[in-house]
């Protein structure tokens, strides 16, 4: 232990990458640090999503991170860095010292922080410090080979080499605004990841879509970017608009800004179905999430889906709507493509909601899952911009929808129910999951 690495007779040199969207502030930085000789800069971004890049690529020991980037910000790119190539440490670098931001970039993995304007000697003594409070993690990694490290980049890229993939749809809809319908998108979405298994979440809404919020993303690009280019969507414009939220789950975010929408006018249904065709195919599940609006577009987009999951909360008014949209989808398409699911389920102690077996009696369906009411874990989750399943799956309500996400992936994938889920109640042995219960 202790022995300097052989080999290159040389001493240690702490290599260096510099992630930010102004060239000036990476020239300065390079400028600085071009004067330290046990300082080497081997590479500079102008993204997060250059930044992981780069990281992958060089293996830096350092990368100073820019937190405000377009594409990937900052801290979802450190957030992917410290999965990727845990041997880098990322120092990050904002105007403000603003108290959240930094939190964020700290849970991200951010070893240390430096506030702009940054300083010579701020910089080296930062670099240095965070240098050697890494060394037993570069030392531990070093031993446990370069084969793993390797796999988890390749990962962490999103195994862009992989091609084709299975591109099943999942359409989330409730004829009712507020029910959950975002909240379950994205959480089904998240919890269908997989480190083999790629997830896309799309915004439908292209008005007050809300998608964005829920997983604190931003991003100047959207669906109109590539409905602009829909002739031709070649990979990088569809790799630059797809957002990638900190767990890998890629997002399709709508326009920023209402004026986006009316100013093209090209974002029409038919625009849309193409654009979701084309993505599907690079993605394992592509989950959408709805508006209320029975249009043209939701026709499309129910026509798309493999599967619909029809949102429903034990209320009335709900109640009457999921009827009348449940006769036209199973109409249109067979009961078997729609899964009913009942959110904000309340313990039927409470008597708050209507009961869930009058519910079933009287739509003649059953419902599949039922995921329960709990505002302080939903709200924290969206104040977080955490799916609530990336918190720990095994508690309510988290589990109920990781087992709802389970159901979409098997009823898609046509696999069997031999699979572990666990039964909820009797006469789960036939899997029909719009049979009649016998009970
Ligand atoms: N099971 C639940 N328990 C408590 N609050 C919930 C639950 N599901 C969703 N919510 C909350 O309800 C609000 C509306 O949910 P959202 O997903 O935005 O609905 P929609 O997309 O259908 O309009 C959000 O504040 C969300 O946090
Ligand atoms: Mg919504």
Redesign the pocket.
Known sequence: MGKPQGGMGKKDVIRVILVDDIPEAREGLRKLLAFESDIEVVGSGSTGREGLDLAIRTQPDIILMDINMPDMDGINATEQISKAVPTAAVVMMSVHKDSAYLRRAMLAGARDFLEKPISGEELYSTIRKVYQLNANVREQYRQGGAVASAERAKAAAGGSSAGKRAGHIVAVY?P?????????ATNVAAGLMREDTRVLLVDCDFEFG?LAVFLYLQSNLSVVDLAKAVEELDPDLIENVLMTHASGLRVLLGPAHLDDVDETNLLTPDVFERIIQQLAGNFDFTIL?MRVRLDRLAAKLFGLADRIVL?GTPTLPTVKSCRQVLEVLDGEFGPEKTIFVM??VTDPREKAGLPLEDIEKSLKRQIEAR?????KT??AA?NQGVPVVAKGRGKS?AKEIVELAELVRRSVSGEDESTSMQATAAGKQERSRFGRRSG
């Open positions: 409730s009712q605004g507020g029910v959950g319908k975002t909240t379950l809300d999430d949102v959110n904000r995921i329960p009411l709990d505002e939903m709200i969206v309500p």
